[in-house]
């Protein structure tokens, strides 16, 4: 049932960005579009920047199931994308209300998750210190990010194929030499 109330909340948020900025909805405003009382808003989360927040994160989570190999990174990166763009309402609307390091906040470790399964898989049968790994993962990742969040203050222009596609020809083979310059 939590989950189900939660959805429903996260539903109502989405419906009231349509119609006004973000910095303009209330507790009151999601609790009566919903139908539930603002405690049980309470009950789910503390505030709307934790709402927001567990939306952004459940959104790309849903974006990344099972993309986490050498093959589909690029197709999990491109799903990043398009749940973005799907939402772009909600997306726009908390990129113009909350601090470019807040969105970095929400998508930096769902992208170092999906690379680290990447880097995991290319490492296979190498000796290379996790750190080594995370490192290797984190560069990447500011990459991806930084390319996200410009392609949404650029009001998601761009075709997001075409940017991944940009980036996997950038970054192609990069993940094993730099594992190979890392390998003990």
């Not at 589909?72 to 939402?87: D, P, S, Y």
């Not at 909600?90 to 999906?114: A, G, I, S, T, W």
């Not at 080594?132 to 194929?161: C, H, T």
């Amino acid at each position: 049932m939590s989950q189900v109330t939660k959805r429903a909340i996260e539903q109502s948020l989405k419906n009231l960005l349509l119609k006004k900025p973000l910095t303009k909805i209330t507790i009151n405003d999601l609790a009566e579009d919903c139908g539930i009382n603002r405690m049980t808003f309470y009950y789910h989360f503390k505030d709307i920047y934790d709402l927001v927040e567990w939306v952004c994160l459940e959104d790309a989570r849903r974006a990344l199931e099972e993309k986490k190999t050498y093959d589909t990174w690029q197709q999990g990166f491109v799903q990043i994308f398009e749940a973005v763009r799907e939402n772009k309402p909600f997306v726009m609307n908390v990129y113009r209300c909350v601090h470019r390091e807040q969105l970095e906040k929400y998508l930096k470790p769902l992208v170092d998750n999906l690379l680290l399964g990447v880097i995991n898989e290319e490492a296979a049968g190498m000796t290379v210190r996790d750190e080594d790994k995370a490192f290797i993962a984190q560069v990447y990742s500011y990459a991806f990010v930084g390319l996200m969040l410009d392609w949404i203050r650029d009001d998601m222009r761009e075709n997001p194929e075409t940017l991944v596609n940009r980036l996997a020809t950038v970054i192609r083979g990069g993940v094993a030499q730099a594992l190979e310059r890392f390998r003990l």
